[in-house]
């Protein structure tokens, strides 16, 4: 009690004696604002939000205000004195306004690297269940993408996925006085159920807050404010089906937020192995083991070339090779066909060209047509039969250049 003597409530809303009640209100609302944790991270912010809370639940209260005034102090503050109590506004979601059963003020981790730098971002505020789960995806999604490229992004990022997985974390004091603050609201409201379940929340966060902390005495307030309400309410008590414990919605979210980027990134990671071994084997490098197994017996294989020698190439160079060699020699029955199919045009030509009246200008421009096509079509064939030929030649030196000359 001494200590809440060293203050004036009006200078702490920033009013005279003489506000009235609307005054001291509208005060509170702009006060609370500016000083709320979730928003202000002053080091003192959380001592003077508290000092707020007392001032208005003293000065917002007619007959708490009258004995302020008259000096008796004690009485003012003390929760047993029986008054009408300051209506305090409840608490709405930062994200879509509305007002929750089931808040809390949550804190997510967010990570961005750029290879040598990281940041480390660290947003909160209160959320009702569904704006935390679009919160908690956003923040991973981003930290899985982009928050581990970077040395200290790494192990940072592994905090927050560790942090974020689990819902995020949620300050015992704040949260204490937060369920605090709505069972309040929803006691003035006439549901006694929700107020008395909220009350037990908050006594329940209250318990694993730790004097150390500086939301420890903001929370003992809270804690406070759900003894009486529990001590005075004469309704039921409900049990609130939680949706923030155990595997939360929140925290489903989260995981969807992880392994949406997971996903991408091992996709990418196995089209470069992917493509590296691609590479290998083109440029003969050692054989992959995921792509080709080598006969246990023989090991080797002796290659007879097109310069009367023998080579001795491995199992896998065999089998390169001898796909290569099937693949021209599929080549050779069209490459045939075409030939023959050019020497009986010739020879129907030879026939055409000794019945040809020359003086039947269009018999003769005709003739001349058939002879002009089949020149296109003989040029084509050679040209395909060098190309032919320059590919067996290539790969005639690609076995002298893998294998080993034995004979």
């Known amino acids: 009690m001494a200590d809440r003597k060293q203050f004036n409530y009006y200078d702490v809303l920033g009013v005279p004696k003489s506000a009235t009640a609307d005054d001291i209100k509208n005060a509170y609302r702009i006060r609370a604002k500016e000083l709320h944790p979730d928003k202000n991270h002053a080091a003192d912010a959380t001592a003077r939000f508290q000092q707020l809370q007392e001032a208005y639940s003293v000065l917002g209260s007619p007959e708490r205000r009258q004995l302020f005034d008259q000096g008796n102090f004690e009485a003012a503050v003390d929760p047993a004195t029986k008054a009408t109590e300051a209506v305090f506004d409840p608490v709405p979601c930062d994200g879509c306004g509305c007002i929750s059963a089931q808040p809390r003020f949550v804190q997510y981790d967010r990570v961005i690297s750029a290879i040598i730098i990281s940041y480390k971002i660290r947003p909160a505020g209160v959320f009702c269940p569904k704006c935390a789960s679009k919160r908690l995806f956003l923040n991973t999604f981003i930290t899985a993408s982009v928050g581990w490229i970077g040395f200290r992004g790494f192990f940072w990022s592994l905090e927050a996925f560790f942090n974020n997985l689990t819902g995020g974390k949620k300050s015992p004091g704040l949260n204490a006085f937060l369920l605090a603050r709505q069972a309040a609201y929803f006691m003035q409201q006439g549901n006694s159920n929700l107020a008395n379940a909220l009350a037990v929340e908050s006594l329940d966060y209250f318990k694993a807050a730790s004097f150390r902390y500086s939301d420890y005495s903001l929370g003992k307030s809270g804690a406070e404010v759900s003894q009486i309400i529990l001590s005075r309410s004469t309704g039921g008590q409900i049990k609130l089906k939680s949706r923030w414990s155990g595997w939360s919605h929140p925290a489903r979210f989260a995981l969807a937020g992880f392994a949406v980027p997971a996903i991408f990134w091992m996709v990418v990671f196995k089209s470069s192995a992917d493509s590296k071994e691609a590479r290998q084997s083109y440029s003969g490098g050692s054989n992959p083991t995921n792509s080709y197994s080598a006969p246990a017996s023989p090991q080797y294989y002796d290659v007879p070339g097109n310069d009367g020698h023998t080579y001795r190439v491995t199992a896998y160079e065999y089998q390169r090779l001898k796909s290569i060699d099937g693949q021209l020699e599929a080549r050779q029955p069209d490459l045939k066909a075409r030939m023959d199919d050019l020497k009986s045009r010739r020879a129907l030509m030879e026939s055409q060209r000794a019945s040809l009246d020359s003086n039947n200008s269009y018999a003769v421009a005709t003739f001349n047509q058939t002879v002009d ?22 790969n005639n030196a690609e076995l002298r250049r893998v294998g080993q000359l034995i004979r």
Do not use: G
């Open 373 to 394: 096509a089949w020149n296109r079509d003989k040029n084509q064939l050679d040209a395909d039969f060098a190309a032919f030929n320059q590919e067996i030649d290539a």
